[in-house]
């Protein structure tokens, strides 16, 4: 059996800041890795005009999925109109429809901004309507039943927008796969000559893997870390289902070790 993995993301980089860990992990564990963000990335840029930065963007996530071996899904909208509407929810459902994922990695539901919080809700309507016979996607895909479980991300600053801290129920430890992680992340090439630009040099590398550590020390660990949340399980499957935690159980750290 080759679990299908299922990684949405609001801008091009997101998955790779917060999720390309786990998702590499989850690839030597032998699943299938789907990768798609909603937004296509065309505010990334100080410089560069709508069209050529989100033709550029679009191939740098192209070569993020080369790089880890995930089937690429193209964007449906632009940057900050990622809103909870119906059309974004039928063309998402027609995603998960095509790829019938048993896991999704999903954005956190409580974020630094909107586009992240309402992709991570897109995400979860389009998960739970993947078997509704009467609800169409575009393009149109048949429903079908399979049980998927949900995992929600990290924020980007590990907290909300209120500076409440988010508990993750679980970490995983990345430090065999971080620097896969990095070399994903720096194939969006615009964004770290931007931020390095402005921020310093190689400021865009180091603040992923300053996330990733800090994550560690949600735990009192000194590791680079993914922290995850399972969503509900109503309406996805099974009550105990934990298909991430079974597949990279030596690698998961609860917060009582
Ligand atoms: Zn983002």
Redesign the pocket.
């Known amino acids: 059996m080759h679990p299908e993995v299922l990684a949405v993301?609001?801008?091009p980089d997101?998955i790779e800041f917060l999720m390309a860990g786990t998702f590499f992990l989850l690839k030597k564990a032998g699943c299938s890795l789907h990768y798609i963000n909603l937004a296509n990335g065309n505010c990334g840029t100080s410089k560069l005009g709508r069209g050529t930065i989100r033709r550029i963007r679009r191939r740098e996530a192209v070569r993020a999925c080369e790089y880890i071996g995930a089937a690429f899904h193209g964007s449906f909208t632009s940057d900050l109109a990622v809103f909870y509407r119906q059309k974004l929810i039928r063309k998402l459902t027609a995603v998960v429809r095509e790829t019938r994922p048993d896991i999704m990695l999903v954005l956190s539901p409580e974020d630094y901004m909107e586009?992240?919080m309402n992709t991570a809700r897109i995400s979860v309507t389009a998960a739970f309507c993947r078997g509704m016979k009467n609800y169409r996607t575009v393009p149109r895909r048949e429903p079908y039943m399979k049980d998927v479980v949900l995992y929600h991300a990290m924020p980007?600053g590990l907290t909300d927008w209120m500076h409440r801290k988010i508990d993750p129920e679980f970490l995983v430890n990345i430090g065999s796969v971080i620097d896969s992680k990095e070399g994903m992340l720096a194939c969006h090439s615009s964004q770290k000559v931007w931020l390095d630009e402005s921020q310093g040099h190689d400021s865009y590398l180091t603040a992923m893997r300053e996330m990733s550590r800090k994550t560690g020390a949600l735990f009192g660990k000194e590791i680079y870390a993914e922290g995850w949340r399972r969503h509900l399980y109503l309406g996805f499957s099974e009550k105990d289902a934990d298909p991430l935690g079974d597949m990279l159980e030596k690698y998961i750290v609860r917060p009582s070790e």
């Open positions: 993301g609001c801008h997101d586009d992240h980007y």
